[in-house]
């Protein structure tokens, strides 16, 4: 009997090991479920209870603080009128009213692309005279400088000679045709398809000196002596206000005037007496100033809320006032590659001229 009581207390001590081994790993499966699997503190450890104390009473702080936050406001009641407005306090009677949508984009202002004009000789040649500088008012037609052109002075003395060969074979004509049936036939048509060819080149003359921006009437000139003519042609498109001011006896018949197309101020000037000129290289930048754009740069999901002839208000950037009211007059159709904007033009009145181009708004 004691030999099986020693051979059981064996096997048991054989296996105390493994018993307290898995009594361990129980005990820590225990607090990681009830931990959240996190080490808790050694006060914790050794007063289990009152962790969760601590947590009921945070709760009920929590709770605590969320009802006073729900709680309605207490009334404040002035005594009178008189101690509201004394303690600040407005009212008004509540209406109803449409809000207004509005539709905020950076923008700059800009010249009226139709009021602004890059001007240049409208033939080759010389600089003679520079009458405006930049910042002067200038009205449509008055002259910005002349410019001595020879294919001017060539156009002039072609007309002359056409002028003159016109008369002769409208003399020819006539005198033949007046002889009756004594002339023959062929001669009158002959002189009559050399008058009206005389006239078509005097047609194309006339032309000529038009594209240069010089009307020239040929009836008029034929009522005139040849001396006449080429004193008319010699300071033809020059104003007699600028005669006034020039000497007469210097002027030759290649001058030829660059003026104004429309009312405005000379933006800019690259030209000097003497200097060559051509037709391709601006002299000088006009612009009327009296309307300008205002270029907008909206956001592509604004875009569906604007129409043409919508108000625009525009602040100016760097001083504490607004262009006048303006209107939009396009949206374009296309979207910029880079900004990912829309570009809105709207035009604007500047009649005492304080908005200047390239302010940003």
Request: aromatic share 4%.
């Amino acid at each position: 009997m004691s030999t099986r009581i020693q051979s059981l207390r064996s096997t048991l001590l054989s296996q105390l090991p493994t018993m307290l081994t898995l009594a361990v790993l129980g005990g820590v499966a225990w607090l990681g479920i009830h931990y959240d699997w996190q080490i808790p503190p050694l006060p914790v450890l050794l007063r289990q209870r009152e962790p969760k104390k601590a947590e009921e009473k945070k709760e009920k702080e929590e709770k605590d603080e969320l009802d006073n936050l729900n709680k309605p406001l207490p009334l404040v009641k002035p005594s009178s009128e008189a101690a509201a407005e004394t303690a600040g306090i407005q009212s008004a009677t509540v209406k109803r009213q449409l809000v207004g949508e509005y539709v905020t984009a950076n923008g700059d202002i800009d010249y009226d692309q139709n009021l602004y004009a890059h001007l240049s000789a409208l033939a080759s040649g010389t600089a003679w005279s520079v009458l405006k500088q930049p910042g002067d008012q200038v009205k449509k037609g008055d002259v910005l400088a002349l410019i001595a052109a020879p294919q001017l002075a060539t156009l002039k003395f072609d007309l002359q000679q056409t002028l003159l060969q016109v008369d002769m074979r409208q003399r020819i004509y006539d005198r033949l045709k007046s002889t009756g049936r004594a002339t023959a036939s062929q001669a009158v048509h002959d002189a009559q398809s050399s008058l009206r060819e005389a006239r078509i080149r005097l047609f194309g003359d006339e032309q000529s000196l038009k594209n240069l921006g010089l009307t020239v009437h040929a009836e008029e000139l034929t009522k005139l002596t040849d001396e006449q003519v080429a004193a008319r042609l010699r300071t033809l498109g020059i104003p007699d206000s600028l005669l006034q001011r020039l000497d007469r006896d210097a002027l030759t018949s290649n001058l030829l005037p660059m003026v104004a197309p429309f009312d405005g101020v000379v933006v800019k000037r690259d030209i000097v007496i003497g200097e060559m000129v051509n037709t391709t290289t601006p002299q000088f930048v006009l612009a009327d100033l009296s309307r300008l754009w205002i270029m907008l740069h909206v956001r592509q999901e604004d875009i569906s809320k604007l129409a043409d002839g919508q108000e625009v208000s525009f602040h100016l950037e760097g001083s504490n006032e607004d262009a006048p009211p303006a209107k939009i007059a396009r949206i374009s159709a296309e979207l910029d590659e880079k900004t990912h904007t829309v570009t809105v033009r709207a035009d604007v009145a500047n009649p005492k001229g304080r908005l200047r181009p390239h302010t940003f708004g």
